[in-house]
């Protein structure tokens, strides 16, 4: 998954940990949900509680939020398209999404190639 703020399969914790430490009313993450498999949380800070909406997809590719009963589903073609609606004021968020935490990227090194040993050369 190419989007920024999922963080894969970090732990609820370590999960809490990030949206604390960043402290900001509206900050959000997506990891993979622990308790159910192929499914994904939307964990965003609120006066120091992180609220975790679960992320569902259907058969057909789209992804919705786990709403109470009564609520209308939404459903969207992508993440970058549920994070925007959600970004908005007042769509059922205990806040709306305003500071992603982004994943820190790995930087991958390249080793060296090796060298060739250089024979015919001797010592003078």
Known sequence: MDN???????????CEDLLSKKGKDGCYLI?????????????????????????????????????????????????????????KPHRGLVIHLRYPIKRKKTKLIKPEPEKEPEYGKEGK
């Open 31 to 87: 990891r993979d949900s622990e308790t159910i498999a192929g499914a994904l949380c939307l964990c965003v800070f609120m006066h120091r509680v992180v609220y975790t909406y679960r992320i569902l997809q259907n058969h057909s590719g789209y992804y919705t939020l786990q709403t109470c009963s009564g609520l209308e589903e939404k459903f969207f073609k992508n993440l970058k398209e549920m994070i925007s609606y959600y970004e």
């Open 4 to 14: 920024p703020c999922y963080h894969g399969s970090i732990s609820k914790k370590a």
